[in-house]
């Protein structure tokens, strides 16, 4: 069984930094694409960054402020958050795709106090 095991999220000051990790496990298919994606409280569920077969794509929203980068031996996804505002606040979801489906991990909470 596939899992997706996020750590890293918490409670930090505006302009301040957090890096989220998520490792994946479970399965002989590596993740050909890994990313995260976030969900504020009454919002929907935005793509923040993904990194598919070496090339990352961001939100207009955290261009320039977040970074994803990867692992692939370990098949581990990174999200280094810098410049951090009270509107990133939201549960981030790890994601995942391989050969035979797709995934999410169970969120980590980020809040950003002002």
């Known amino acids: 069984q596939v899992s997706l095991v996020e750590s890293g999220g918490g409670l930090v000051q505006f302009g301040g930094s957090l890096r989220l990790s998520c490792a994946a496990s479970?399965?002989?298919?590596?993740?050909?694409?890994m990313g995260w994606y976030r969900q504020a409280p009454g919002k929907q569920r935005e793509l923040v960054a993904i990194s598919n077969s070496g090339s990352t794509n961001y939100a207009d929203s955290v261009k320039g402020r977040f970074t994803i980068s990867r692992d692939n031996a370990k098949n581990t996804v990174y999200l280094q958050m810098n410049s951090l505002k009270p509107e990133d606040t939201a549960v981030y979801y790890c994601?995942?795709?391989?050969?035979?489906?797709?995934?999410w991990g169970q969120g980590t909470q980020v809040t950003v106090s002002s």
């Open positions: 479970g399965s002989s298919f590596s993740m050909y694409a």
């Open positions: 994601y995942g795709v391989n050969a035979i489906g797709k995934y």
